[in-house]
T-cell receptor
């Protein structure tokens, strides 16, 4: 079974802090993704990565950056946390596109509150 | 611009009856559609998918129907069970979009005993 592990289930941070959300997958997947989930808005893609050291912007990248130094690890960085970044953050992984349309495998999520 | 829409935020169904969740999309380039199920405090889990070359896919109690001309898909659960109570997300992707999934807003399904 694919396991996607997010380092924290709950986080509380102050406005202006730099925040790191870590995600590790154990299935040697090429693709990794960061989504946020908000009521009434569903899941929105922040950033994704098709390979080590590669990253691409999703639909809502403003205020975020990412890092993928190793294949199994994909980090989301909030450069200066703001209250409108209070949300559920979900990391996901999947095999390369060459294997066909493979469903995303999600972690449990990190509930981030910015005060 | 919401490319994938789930217009019903919530749905309540009696145990044993059929649950029908609906999803509409606007991008005609979408060629692969998925349903995910999410329990509170957990990540979404993949439920069932359908390619645009099909109009129906069935897996046990779950069936997904695709109507390409109407740009509409639906998920049927029959019979509904209390453990089906969750938020259901519809998602879509296209070859040009590679592995990027576009999600709907979600529908909270409650199965009443």
């Amino acid at each position: 079974d694919v396991k996607v592990t997010q380092s924290s289930r709950y986080l509380v941070k102050r406005t202006g802090e730099k925040v790191f959300l870590e995600c590790v997958q154990d299935m040697d997947h090429e693709n990794m993704f960061w989504y946020r989930q908000d009521p009434g808005l569903g899941l929105r893609l922040i950033y994704f990565s098709y390979d080590v050291k590669m990253k691409e912007k999703g639909d809502i990248p403003e205020g975020y950056s990412v890092s993928r130094e190793k294949k199994e690890r994909f980090s989301l960085i909030l450069e200066s946390a703001s209250t409108n970044q209070t949300s559920m953050y979900l990391c996901a992984s999947s095999p390369s596109p060459g294997t066909g349309n493979s469903p995303l495998h999600f972690g449990y999520g990190t509930r981030l509150t910015v005060t | 611009d919401q490319q994938v829409k789930q217009n019903s935020p919530s749905l309540s169904v009696q145990e044993g009856r059929i649950s029908i969740l609906n999803c509409d999309y606007t991008n005609s380039m979408f060629d692969y559609f998925l349903w995910y199920k999410k329990y509170p405090a957990e990540g979404p889990t993949f439920l069932i998918s359908i390619s645009s070359i099909k109009d129906k896919n069935e897996d046990g109690r779950f069936t997904v129907f695709l109507n390409k001309s109407a740009k509409h898909l639906s998920l049927h659960i029959v019979p509904s069970q209390p453990g089906d109570s969750a938020v259901y997300f519809c998602a879509a992707s296209s070859i040009q979009g590679a592995q990027k999934l576009v999600f709907g807003q979600g529908t909270r399904l409650t199965i009443n005993p």
